[in-house]
């Protein structure tokens, strides 16, 4: 028998989504570069470099300083709060760090979200991460 879900799920992406950092990516990508990673894209490098903390920490920390610069996203923050009213189950799943995604939560006036799949969590781009899969199936991550 099917498991029904007690509650709606809604899943937010972060960056563009609640909030645009404004985070040098090209910078970001160049430095990645410089320690090795590999790939076309910044996640591509990112996930390459995964078992390299300075290349984690420059993600963090050009991310967080994105987070300084940057600005909210209205719409986004509607909506997310119109779910959190309404008893839904909600989860950020992107492609940010955890790092960024928490302080900005930190800083919000926004219930705090169920799960967070950051990068780390999902190892992938989201339509091939396994990750995603217990959300869907309502069950924890």
Do not use: C
């Amino acid at each position: 028998m099917e498991q029904q879900r007690a509650r709606p799920l809604a899943l937010f992406d972060f960056d563009g989504t609640l909030v645009r950092l404004a985070t040098d990516y090209e910078a970001l990508r160049e430095r990645l570069a410089e320690l090795g990673g590999s790939g076309e894209g910044l996640l591509e490098q990112l996930l390459s470099l995964r078992e390299n903390p300075r290349a984690q920490r420059l993600a963090d920390d050009a991310e967080l300083e994105g987070l300084e610069r940057g600005e909210e996203v209205e719409t986004g923050l509607a909506l997310y709060r119109s779910f959190a009213a309404d008893g839904a189950s909600i989860a950020i799943v992107s492609h940010n760090g955890r790092a960024v995604i928490e302080r900005f939560f930190a800083q919000a006036d926004l219930p705090y979200p169920e799960a967070i799949l950051d990068r780390t969590a999902l190892e992938a781009p989201k339509d091939e991460s396994l990750a995603v899969r217990p959300l869907a199936e309502g069950r924890a991550p």
